[in-house]
C-alpha cells in the first residue's frame, strides 16, 4: 500500500520590515532598561554625594584638610577687591597759615593693647582714661566665666587666646590651645570664639611662646583663624615665633608686639618703655605696645601725654 506523501509544513516567512521593527523594539528595551539602571545609580551617587558632603561641610576636619588651598588663593582675591578711599576734608585755602600744625594722621602711629582683660572694673578704668586704648578680652574661663560679655562695652577691642607656654601652670587655664591637639579640636575652638565675639576681628596669644614657635600646630590655627574672619596679632613672647613666616606664606601683614610697657610695676619703667615705643614709632611709621590692666599702668598712662605728643594714639584696627 503506497505511503502518503508527509504534508511539509512551511515556516511563515516574516517580512523584512516586521523582522528589524521587532529587533529594534527588543534593543530600544535593552536600552531603555540600561538607561534605567544608569539613572538610578546616578541618583545614587548624588544621593550619596549631597548627605556626604553635608556631612563633611559640619564635621571640623573637613574645614582643615580643604582650608590652606582656599587661603592659598585669599591674597589673589582680596588684591582683586578694590576699596574706596575715604575723601579725605579739604580744606579751605583762605582758612591755612603757616603755622597750622600737622595733621594727626601725618603723626607716627602707636597702638596701646591692655592684656588680660576679663572684669567690667578693668573696661571701666580704660575707658575712664579717655585714651585709643584697646583692650584685650579673655574668652570665658573659670574666673570670669561672662567675661565675652565686656565686647558689648566697647567698640574697639581683641581677644586674648591662652596657648601653650612653657609653664606647666599657665597651661591649665580653661580651654589653653596646645600643640597636641587635633586638627578638629583647633577648629572647635576658633568656631566657638567666633560664637561668643560675633564681631571681633583681632586675636593676639596670651603666653603661647611654645605654641607660637611650633610650625606646624600654628599653621592650622593661623588658618582657621582667617577662616573665621581673624587677624592674628603676635604678641611676640618667644623670638622663635613662627607666625611671621606663615603670614608671609599668605602674603598676609604680619602684625606683632614691639614694646611691653609694663614687666614692671614702676611708673617711671613704663614711662621709660613708652618712649621706647614712640621712637619705634617714628622709625618705622607705627608701633604696637602690650600693658596689662594694672593700676601702676592706667597710672603711668594717664600722665604720659607729654611722651605721646608726638604720635597718634590708635585702636588696632587703625595699624
Keep these: 500500500m503506497a505511503r502518503k506523501p508527509k504534508k511539509t509544513t512551511l515556516k511563515k516567512k516574516i517580512p523584512l520590515n516586521k523582522r528589524t521593527s521587532k529587533k529594534s523594539?527588543?534593543?530600544?528595551?535593552?536600552?531603555?532598561?540600561?538607561?534605567?539602571?544608569?539613572?538610578?545609580?546616578?541618583?545614587g551617587f548624588l544621593y550619596y554625594f549631597i548627605v556626604h558632603k553635608n556631612k563633611e561641610e559640619s564635621f571640623p576636619s573637613a574645614v582643615v584638610k580643604n582650608v590652606e588651598q582656599d587661603v592659598k588663593m585669599m591674597p589673589k582675591n582680596i588684591s582683586k577687591v578694590k576699596v574706596k578711599k575715604p575723601k579725605k576734608k579739604q580744606i579751605p585755602f583762605k582758612e591755612r597759615g603757616k603755622n597750622d600744625e600737622k595733621v594727626s594722621s601725618l603723626k607716627p602711629k602707636l597702638a596701646i593693647i591692655i592684656d588680660d582683660v576679663h572684669s567690667q572694673k578693668q573696661i571701666e578704668a580704660i575707658k575712664s582714661l579717655g585714651m585709643k586704648l584697646t583692650p584685650s578680652i579673655f574668652p570665658p574661663y573659670t574666673l570670669a566665666k561672662k567675661s565675652h560679655h565686656l565686647a558689648k562695652m566697647v567698640k574697639h577691642?581683641?581677644?586674648?587666646?591662652?596657648?601653650?607656654?612653657?609653664?606647666?601652670?599657665l597651661n591649665k587655664q580653661t580651654k589653653t590651645l596646645l600643640t597636641?591637639?587635633?586638627?578638629?579640636d583647633i577648629v572647635d575652638r576658633v568656631m566657638e570664639i567666633r560664637q561668643l565675639f560675633p564681631d571681633g576681628k583681632y586675636i593676639n596669644n596670651h603666653t603661647g611662646s611654645v605654641f607660637t614657635s611650633n610650625y606646624k600646630a600654628m599653621k592650622k590655627l593661623y588658618i582657621a583663624l582667617r577662616i573665621e574672619g581673624f587677624i592674628f596679632v603676635d604678641?611676640?613672647?618667644?623670638?622663635?615665633?613662627?607666625?611671621?613666616?606663615?603670614a608671609g606664606e599668605f602674603a598676609h601683614t604680619y602684625l606683632k608686639r614691639d614694646i611691653f610697657i609694663d614687666n614692671e610695676h614702676e611708673v617711671?619703667?613704663?614711662?621709660?618703655?613708652?618712649?621706647?615705643?614712640?621712637?619705634?614709632?617714628?622709625?618705622k611709621g607705627?608701633?604696637?605696645?602690650i600693658g596689662?590692666?594694672?593700676?601702676?599702668?592706667?597710672?603711668?598712662?594717664?600722665?604720659a601725654s607729654n611722651i605721646l605728643k608726638d604720635v597718634e594714639l590708635v585702636y588696632i584696627d587703625a595699624i
Excluded: C, G, W
Design 180 to 184: 597636641s591637639f587635633s586638627d578638629e
Design 268 to 283: 617711671s619703667y613704663i614711662h621709660k618703655q613708652l618712649r621706647e615705643a614712640v621712637k619705634v614709632a617714628k622709625k
Design 157 to 169: 577691642y581683641m581677644i586674648h587666646l591662652p596657648m601653650e607656654s612653657k609653664s606647666k601652670q
Design 25 to 43: 523594539n527588543i534593543n530600544r528595551t535593552v536600552y531603555i532598561s540600561i538607561l534605567s539602571m544608569t539613572l538610578f545609580v546616578f541618583m
Design 286 to 289: 607705627y608701633a604696637i605696645a
Design 292 to 303: 596689662h590692666p594694672h593700676k601702676v599702668t592706667m597710672e603711668a598712662l594717664k600722665s
Design 235 to 246: 604678641s611676640f613672647t618667644i623670638a622663635s615665633s613662627k607666625v611671621k613666616k606663615i
